[in-house]
């Protein structure tokens, strides 16, 4: 029932992991790549590919990209990813448009005018966390109103959490239905998924999100270890 159809441009590592995460929770994913050494197919048994150029509008219509609940424009180009998102938004009207913005020069085009309705921006997140700011400080980024399709939901992870310390399959093994981890961002940058790897205290973990499962993911991110937070909270 939860099943969406979720475009990605850019095959790299960032796109192949949120490839692997979505099509894994039943999601029905299109990578979208010119390289054919990037796409991988053997590596990615439950994904659709396509070889061609995704700032093509004649590609994007072979792709049927208006039949599409997200599009994500996740390549290492700027100008690539700006492309996407506007074609996906005004020539196929595409309900929920993500993109990856590479470089923080960049930033100010990332913005509806470009069809982009979330844009993730690894080194801003970084230097919040750098500087302590938290989400309630920017109440208007990393949530969005309500949209058909998914919605990107972020957590910083404190001391007191359940997860800090412990390997990621530890998280995803408790993620309500509709939810996908997509990325973890830390002082080294943004690394996708890899269970076995440690969360720290202070990671971000960033989640693709059903509308419906984002009550339940906050309530898990919320929670506490009993022990400390008694202490601590009052």
Known sequence: MGEMRIAIAGAGSVGRSIATELAGNGHDVLLIDRDTRAIGVDDLPQVEWLLADACELATLEDARLGDFDVVIAASSDDKVNLVVSLLAKTEFAVDQVIARINDPANEWLFDDSWGVDL????????????????????????????????????????????????????????????????????????????????????????????????????????????????????
């Open 119 to 234: 844009a993730v921006s690894p080194p801003r997140l970084i230097a919040d966390l750098v500087e302590g700011v938290s989400e309630e400080d920017h109440p208007e980024e990393g949530t969005l109103p309500p949209l058909p399709g998914a919605e990107i939901a972020e957590s910083v992870l404190h001391a007191a959490s359940p997860f800090a310390d412990r390997p990621e399959r530890d998280l995803t093994a408790e993620l309500p239905e509709g939810v996908a981890l997509v990325a973890v961002l830390g002082p080294g940058g943004v690394r996708p998924p890899a269970p076995e790897r440690t969360l720290s205290v202070g990671n971000t973990v960033v989640f693709l999100a059903e509308p419906d499962a984002l009550g339940p993911l906050e309530e898990l991110l919320e929670r506490v270890e009993d022990s400390e937070e008694s202490a601590s909270e009052g």
